[in-house]
């Protein structure tokens, strides 16, 4: 299994970015795909998550509003548009994929895997 995310960059404040995933190795559609963040010295934190349909989505409050996940199921790709970003927005941003939860998680833990991660740098 790989996941491969690119996309990201520099941007000013209030610029916008779009992250992307390509999955191989996977059934893609079995897995709800989520988008994890660490910033330097601080804890992997959840961003958002879309179901395996792409029905279901949710977003952490912190990005609620500004970015928005998407997923290709022909495509095997998940995306992260990302607006109106701030210098908090840095991070390294990762793609993970999960299995098993019967709805969706926010949890890194219910991840089975795991992408090498973008890094997105916001400058003020």
């Known amino acids: 299994v790989q996941l491969q995310a690119f996309g990201g960059g520099l941007v000013q404040t209030g610029g916008s970015l779009r992250l992307s995933c390509a999955a191989s190795g996977l059934t893609f559609s079995a897995y709800n795909m989520g988008w994890f963040r660490q910033a330097p010295g601080k804890e992997r934190e959840f961003v958002a998550v879309?179901?395996?349909?792409?029905?279901?989505?949710t977003y952490s409050d912190s990005v609620k509003g500004r970015f928005t996940i998407s997923r290709d199921n022909a495509k095997n790709t998940v995306s992260l548009q990302m607006d109106s970003l701030k210098p908090e927005d840095t991070a390294v941003y990762y793609c993970a994929a999960d299995r098993y939860t019967s709805g969706s998680s926010a949890h890194a833990r219910e991840y089975d895997y795991w992408g090498q991660g973008t890094q997105v740098t916001v400058s003020s």
């Open positions: 879309v179901s395996r349909s792409g029905r279901s989505i």
